[in-house]
């Protein structure tokens, strides 16, 4: 069974642009999951869908947005990008929405903003 | 975001030793603790779910308990091998989203 896949692996831009990650979760999996770990912090939680909705967000401000698609799939968007963007963005996914479900990580996105 | 303490932040240890670290959470609106272990360069990995007050998991030479009431929980890692080496991380589950620790970064000496 393939595991969560995101893409690309890595990714630099320039202060200012706008970044788009994907995200493919397991298959059957309806909820997909993002997080950011920036440099010398811990995983922080970014946003959590399930079957297509936005369910929660995260302390970040409204430039970091995204969507899932009817596959579940799902992309995170950037705005407006600030160097402090810079980190590692993990994206997970499970089998259901309970606090109580596994959730399986993706490879992850590096992203460097210069 | 819920406040999580991982103790202590890194620790060595001799292979074939034993050891343990410590996850503290907040023991309010308790749902469930989640144990992942990371390695440098790959995925976080689930190690265990745990809900039950009391509750023990084991999965080889990993085993973790948890106190809800007091809202800590043990992770045990018996026989330490190098591929042990890692980042173990503890993430209580709350309003369907997992609040991180910081971690405990295990490195084994051969």
């Given at each position: 069974e393939a595991g969560v896949t995101q893409s690309p692996t890595h990714l630099i831009k320039t202060r200012g642009q706008q970044v788009t990650l994907r995200c493919s979760p397991i298959s059957g999996h309806t909820s997909v999951y993002w997080y950011q770990q920036a440099l010398g912090l811990g995983l922080q939680f970014l946003l959590w869908y399930d079957e297509g909705e936005e369910r929660n967000r995260g302390n970040f401000p409204p430039r970091f947005s995204g969507r899932q698609f009817p596959n579940y799939s799902s992309e995170l968007n950037v705005n407006a990008l600030e160097l402090e963007d810079s980190a590692l963005y993990l994206c997970a996914s499970s089998l259901?929405?309970?606090?109580t479900d596994t959730q399986y990580f993706g490879p992850g996105t590096r992203l460097t903003v210069l | 975001i819920l406040n999580v303490e991982q103790s202590p932040q890194s620790l060595h240890v001799q292979e074939g030793d034993s050891t343990n670290f410590t996850c503290s959470f907040p023991s309010s609106n308790f749902y469930a603790l989640h144990w992942y272990r990371w390695e440098t360069a790959k995925s976080p990995e689930a190690l265990f779910v745990m809900t039950l007050n009391g509750d023990e998991k084991k999965k080889g030479r990993i085993s973790a308990t948890l106190n809800t009431k007091e809202g800590y929980s043990y992770l045990y890692i018996k026989g330490s091998q190098p591929e042990d080496s890692a980042t173990y991380l503890c993430a209580p589950a709350n309003d369907y989203k997992l609040s991180f620790g910081a971690g405990t970064t295990v490195t084994v000496r051969a």
């Amino acid at each position: 069974e393939a595991g969560v896949t995101q893409s690309p692996t890595h990714l630099i831009k320039t202060r200012g642009q706008q970044v788009t990650l994907r995200c493919s979760p397991i298959s059957g999996h309806t909820s997909v999951y993002w997080y950011q770990q920036a440099l010398g912090l811990g995983l922080q939680f970014l946003l959590w869908y399930d079957e297509g909705e936005e369910r929660n967000r995260g302390n970040f401000p409204p430039r970091f947005s995204g969507r899932q698609f009817p596959n579940y799939s799902s992309e995170l968007n950037v705005n407006a990008l600030e160097l402090e963007d810079s980190a590692l963005y993990l994206c997970a996914s499970s089998l259901g929405p309970g606090t109580t479900d596994t959730q399986y990580f993706g490879p992850g996105t590096r992203l460097t903003v210069l | 975001i819920l406040n999580v303490e991982q103790s202590p932040q890194s620790l060595h240890v001799q292979e074939g030793d034993s050891t343990n670290f410590t996850c503290s959470f907040p023991s309010s609106n308790f749902y469930a603790l989640h144990w992942y272990r990371w390695e440098t360069a790959k995925s976080p990995e689930a190690l265990f779910v745990m809900t039950l007050n009391g509750d023990e998991k084991k999965k080889g030479r990993i085993s973790a308990t948890l106190n809800t009431k007091e809202g800590y929980s043990y992770l045990y890692i018996k026989g330490s091998q190098p591929e042990d080496s890692a980042t173990y991380l503890c993430a209580p589950a709350n309003d369907y989203k997992l609040s991180f620790g910081a971690g405990t970064t295990v490195t084994v000496r051969a």
